[in-house]
């Protein structure tokens, strides 16, 4: 009696808040999400709860104490850089595009704009977010991000063109003094036999399946209808609403074969196996989950394994037909029925639009996945690089 609780352990601001109001604690002790945003008591006092950037869980930060004293946080880039604060004004006000509408993209957008510049957002698509909104399937940590991007985009004011694909006539159209390249990774079919067969999809082939730009010779008649479907109904554009539909009802075979057991491959496994289907995860390497930080991937390798997931590491497929995937671990050689393929590995770093800048002489620089794929963390720790200097 008369003895304060503190409750610890993953202390959302709004959970706290529900916990402390109901009466079960008097007080809530958190330390990643002040990693995340140190400003987060100041701002939920001031009843600025949609400005509080989100710890997403990541555990970069806990895994760094392994290597180093040195903090680290995936979506805190002035983490361990305080002396950079507050943001040095810009010396000239430029009108900045930015390409591409991902992590990358709106990190450079909403330090550009803080700094003085005037920024426009452009992106093909008809959504924010980027691979981002892909990952809240798998990830539903990431859509806190996403829309706390959201509202300080809508806070600061910037410009946003969706549908919108990047040319050099685009930009020049703008009257860009400069040009941010955030167009993310590209994700090719693999070069196993077999590999470009329609039952065989990537990263980007999805994408464009959930985002109904599909073709059917990219994902079959059958899917890439469907995908149009969602798309002019706008059901898929909230990622809380395909996670649960999909737990119902999920258009593809009973037998999947995952190839690449990295963060993407792991993740997705676990998510397909959890609406019922029966996954196969195939990895060249031994070691799954990289790059995700080492508590994460404990759990990503035990989640997945409890869902029914068939891990087999140290392969090397040997060819992909319309019903299976063959492949050999040592000596021995194996198949598993598919009835759809996903190659979750080969993700690249590339940046054709930059290069088409470059020839037409108008200043740019390259931020994100487009120059080095690092994910979310990579992709706004390279953005707060290049735009605190701008």
Partial sequence: MGIPVIAVGRMLPDISEKAIAEGKIDFAAMGRQLLADPELP??????????????????LCVAENFFDDTPFCAVNPALGNEALLPLKPASA????????????????????????HRVTVIDKSDRLGGTM????????????????????????RIAVKLN??????????????????????????PDFPGGDLPNVQTGDTLR???????????????LSNLGKVGRLSGLTKSPEFVRQFTKYWLPMGKDVVVIGGSLVGLELSEFLAERGRNVTLLHEKQQLGLPLAMPRR????????????????????????????EWTQGEESFSAPAA?????????????????????????DVVGDAGEVNY???????????????
């Fill in 42 to 59: 100041n701002k939920l006092r001031e009843g600025k709860s949609d400005q509080v950037r989100p710890c997403i869980n990541c555990y």
């Fill in 93 to 116: 006000s430029k009108h900045v595009v930015v390409v591409g509408a991902g992590p990358a993209g709106l990190e450079s957008a909403r330090v550009l704009t803080e700094r003085g």
């Fill in 133 to 156: 909104w892909f990952s809240t399937m798998t990830t539903p940590d990431n859509e806190r991000l996403l829309r706390w991007f959201k509202a300080e985009i809508k806070r600061l």
């Fill in 298 to 325: 404990w759990t990503a390798v035990k989640d997945s394994l409890a869902h029914g997931v068939k891990i087999h590491r140290n392969v090397a497929i040997t060819r992909i037909t319309p019903k299976s995937v």
């Fill in 208 to 222: 464009a399946m959930m985002l109904g730009t599909a073709t059917a010779q990219e994902a079959g008649f059958v």
């Fill in 340 to 364: 759809m393929v996903v190659y979750a590995d080969g993700t690249t770093a590339a940046a054709p639009l930059a290069d088409k800048l470059k020839e037409a002489g108008i200043s740019h």
């Fill in 376 to 390: 979310i963390h990579g992709a706004i720790h390279s953005s707060w690089d290049v735009v605190t200097k701008l």
């Fill in 164 to 189: 919108t694909p990047a040319t050099v006539e685009t930009i020049r159209a703008l009257n860009a003094d400069h040009v941010i390249v955030a167009t993310g990774a590209v994700r090719p079919k």
